[in-house]
C-alpha cells in the first residue's frame, strides 16, 4: 500500500510539472494553428480605422465589437471597384450568448461554407446556426431563438427578435461553428434600425396615435411591435434609413488575383476613415505577442520544473537510501549491480512515462474540452 | 564417511585501506552439516561467509566449493555460484512488501537473468509453501503475513533454488531466547529437509547446541 501510495504521489507530483508546459505548448499551437488558418482565409479586411487586433479579431472570430462602424454606402463603393468578392458583416449581438452574424449570402460562398440542413439565411428573420452553436442550444429547424437584450436598464433599446432557424451549417472548425447567421437586414433590425409593427391607417384607433395629418401618421408606444418576423408581418418591417446609411462592422473581401487585392488595399490606405488590413499580417504580430509570452511561460517554467526535478532527485535519492538493504540483499542473492541498476531505473523511467502519458493526455483532454478557452483568449 | 562439501587452505582476506586481516590456513565443512560461525562483533565472520559465499575474493589461498575454486572465478561466474547454490537469510528477512508472497519465494530466479522460471520452479515453491504452511497465502503481501510466517518464508526463500549451502546471518540476533529457538528449530527442520548445509552467523550462545560445528572466527582473524 505503502509503495502504490508513495508511486501515485510521485506520478502525480511528475505529472503536473509536465503538465503546464504540455498544456501551454498544445494550446498555443492550437491557437495558432487555428488563427492563423482563419486570417489566411481571410485576405483583406476593411474596416473602421482604429485598433488593427480589434477590428481583425471582431470579423475574423465575431468576438468584441468594433467601436465606429461603416456605411451600406462604403461597402457598396468597394463592391462597385468590382476587383473581387465583398462581403459585408454586422457584428456586436448575440442570441443565447452566441455571436450573431449579419451577413450576405456571398459569406458562405466565400467562405466555402455549405448547410448540413435547411438553406442559408435568405429572408429577414431567417437564421442559420453554426455546427456547434446547433448541437449546444439542441436546436432544430423551424426552432426560433430569442436575441439578447442588449441593456435591460435602457427602455428605448430595441425588442429581441425571434430568429427563425432555416438551417444548420457543416461543422468548418472555425469560428463559424459557434455563430449565427443572418441576413443585413435582420441584424439591423435587431439593432433597431428596422422594425415591424401593426400597420398605421385610417382604421387605427385614436389612442394609438401621436398625430395624425394627411401626409402622416404618428403612433404612440402603445402600438403593437413585432418580436416576430414571419410571412404574415414581414411586410410590414421597413427601416426609418436610407440603406445606404445603414451601418456595416466591417468587409471582408475576397479579391479576384493578388493585384486586385493590392490595388484595392492601395487605394484605401490613405482614406479618411476607412483602413485596409491583411488579416494574415495582423495574425502574425498577435501571434508575435503570444509567442513572446509563452516564451515567458516557457521559461517561468523551465525554473518550476528545474525545481521539480532537482526535488524529484532529493526524493528518489532518498528513497534509494532506505532501500540499500534492499539492493545489498538482491545483490547477495545474486543479483548484478547492473540488474539492480536498472531495476531502480526502470522504476524511475516507468514513473516518468506515466507522468508524461498523463499530462499530455491531460493536455490534450484540456485542449480539446476547452475549446471555449481558447475562444475566451480572443 | 562423511563428504566435505567446502574446503578452506591458507586462506588470507584483507580488505582494501583496513587493519583487519582473516588467516585461515585450514578449514573444512561437511555437506549437510550446521555450521555456527561465533565471535566478537567485527571479527569477520559476515566476511567468512561472504567469502565461502563468493561475495568477497581471497587475498590468497583457495576456497574449494563442491570442489570448485571460487579463486578461480571472476564475478559474474562467482555471483552465478551464488544464486544457483547459496541461499541467504537475513536478520530482517529482506522481504520485498510491493511482491506477492509467491513472488518473493521466486524471487531468486526473478532476479538471475540466467534462471528461469519453469514449472518445476513453481511446483518447488507450491511444495515450499505447503512446508511452512503459507501455501493459501500465495497472493498475499508479506505485510499480511504474520511474523513468524514472514520469517518461514524467508527460509522457503532461501531454499527455493534448492542451494548446496544456506547462510544464515544472524537469524535471531532482535528475537528473544524463545522465539530465537523456534527461528533456528525451524531454519534447521527446513534445511535439513532440502539437504542443505546451513552456516549460521551468531552471537547466541543459547543455541550452539543446535550445531553439530561452531568454528570461533575469532581464531582466525587479528586486526594490526
Known amino acids: 500500500m505503502f509503495h502504490k501510495v508513495k508511486s501515485a504521489i510521485q506520478i502525480a507530483a511528475l505529472t503536473l510539472t509536465f503538465f503546464l508546459p504540455f498544456a501551454t505548448a498544445i494550446m498555443v499551437k492550437h491557437f495558432s494553428t487555428s488563427i492563423t488558418e482563419r486570417g489566411k482565409n481571410t485576405p483583406l479586411l476593411f474596416g473602421p480605422k482604429g485598433d488593427r487586433f480589434d477590428l481583425t479579431i471582431s470579423t475574423l472570430f465575431f468576438r468584441g465589437d468594433p467601436l465606429s462602424q461603416l456605411s451600406m454606402a462604403d461597402f457598396q463603393l468597394l463592391d462597385e471597384e468590382k476587383r473581387g468578392l465583398a462581403v459585408p458583416l454586422s457584428l456586436g449581438f448575440t442570441a443565447r450568448k452566441f455571436p450573431v452574424v449579419g451577413t450576405t449570402v456571398d459569406y458562405f460562398i466565400a467562405r466555402n461554407i455549405v448547410t448540413k440542413a435547411g438553406t442559408v439565411p435568405l429572408t429577414l428573420g431567417d437564421a442559420v446556426l453554426g455546427n456547434e452553436c446547433a448541437t449546444t442550444l439542441n436546436a432544430q429547424i423551424g426552432d426560433h431563438i430569442l436575441t439578447d437584450q442588449v441593456n435591460l436598464y435602457d427602455l428605448s433599446a430595441s425588442y429581441p427578435l425571434k430568429l427563425k432557424v432555416v438551417g444548420i451549417l457543416d461543422q468548418t472548425k472555425s469560428a463559424d461553428d459557434n455563430a449565427i447567421f443572418t441576413s443585413m437586414g435582420t441584424a439591423w433590425v435587431i439593432s433597431g434600425l428596422g422594425h415591424g409593427h401593426e400597420p398605421l391607417n385610417e382604421e387605427t384607433a385614436n389612442d394609438k396615435l401621436l398625430g395624425k395629418t394627411e401626409k402622416q401618421i404618428t403612433a404612440n408606444a402603445s402600438i403593437e411591435q413585432f418580436i416576430e418576423i414571419n410571412k404574415t408581418n414581414i411586410n410590414e418591417f421597413h427601416f426609418h434609413s436610407d440603406l445606404a446609411r445603414l451601418p456595416v462592422s466591417s468587409i471582408i473581401v475576397f479579391p479576384k488575383s493578388p493585384k486586385d487585392g493590392t490595388i484595392l488595399k492601395a487605394k484605401y490606405l490613405k482614406h479618411q476613415k476607412i483602413q485596409p488590413l491583411e488579416p494574415n499580417k495582423v495574425i502574425d504580430e498577435l501571434l508575435d505577442v503570444v509567442i513572446r509570452l509563452k516564451r515567458l511561460f516557457d521559461s517561468s517554467y523551465a525554473i518550476t520544473s528545474l525545481a521539480s526535478v532537482l526535488f524529484l532527485t532529493v526524493l528518489i535519492l532518498l528513497s534509494l537510501q532506505t532501500r540499500k538493504r534492499e539492493s545489498k540483499a538482491l545483490f547477495l542473492m545474486g543479483c548484478s549491480r547492473g540488474t539492480i541498476c536498472m531495476l531502480f531505473s526502470a522504476e524511475i523511467i516507468i514513473l516518468c512515462i506515466f507522468s508524461t502519458l498523463f499530462a499530455l493526455v491531460g493536455a490534450y483532454a484540456l485542449t480539446f474540452l476547452g475549446s471555449d478557452i481558447l475562444q475566451l483568449l480572443l | ?224
Open chain 2, 1 to 224: 564417511m562423511t563428504e566435505s562439501l567446502i574446503q578452506i587452505k591458507n586462506l588470507k582476506f584483507r580488505y582494501d585501506k583496513s587493519n583487519f586481516s582473516l588467516n585461515v590456513p585450514e578449514l573444512s565443512i561437511n555437506k549437510q552439516s550446521r555450521v555456527a560461525l561465533i565471535g566478537k562483533s567485527g571479527c569477520g565472520k559476515t566476511t567468512l561467509a561472504h567469502l565461502i559465499a563468493g561475495i568477497l575474493k581471497p587475498t590468497e589461498g583457495s576456497i574449494l566449493v563442491s570442489e570448485k575454486d571460487l579463486c578461480s572465478l571472476n564475478e559474474s561466474e562467482r555471483r552465478e555460484h551464488r544464486a544457483l547454490n547459496v541461499g541467504f537469510i537475513f536478520q530482517e528477512f529482506e522481504l520485498l512488501n510491493y511482491l506477492r508472497v509467491k513472488e518473493n519465494l521466486l524471487l531468486p530466479f526473478m532476479i538471475n537473468r540466467k534462471m528461469e522460471i519453469t514449472n518445476e520452479c513453481q511446483a518447488r515453491a507450491h511444495s515450499l509453501a505447503e512446508s511452512i504452511g503459507i501455501s493459501d497465502k500465495l497472493n498475499q503481501y508479506p505485510e499480511q503475513l504474520s511474523g513468524g510466517e514472514r520469517q518461514r518464508l524467508a527460509i522457503a526463500r532461501a531454499l527455493i533454488t534448492d542451494p548446496a549451502i544456506v547462510i544464515a546471518d544472524e537469524p535471531t540476533g532482535n528475537l528473544d531466547n524463545e522465539t530465537a529457538l523456534t527461528v533456528m528449530q525451524e531454519t534447521l527442520k527446513q534445511t535439513t529437509e532440502t539437504g542443505a548445509t546451513l552456516i549460521t552467523i551468531t552471537h547466541d550462545k543459547t543455541l550452539l547446541n543446535l550445531f553439530e560445528t561452531t568454528i570461533n572466527v575469532g581464531d582466525f582473524s587479528k586486526t594490526d
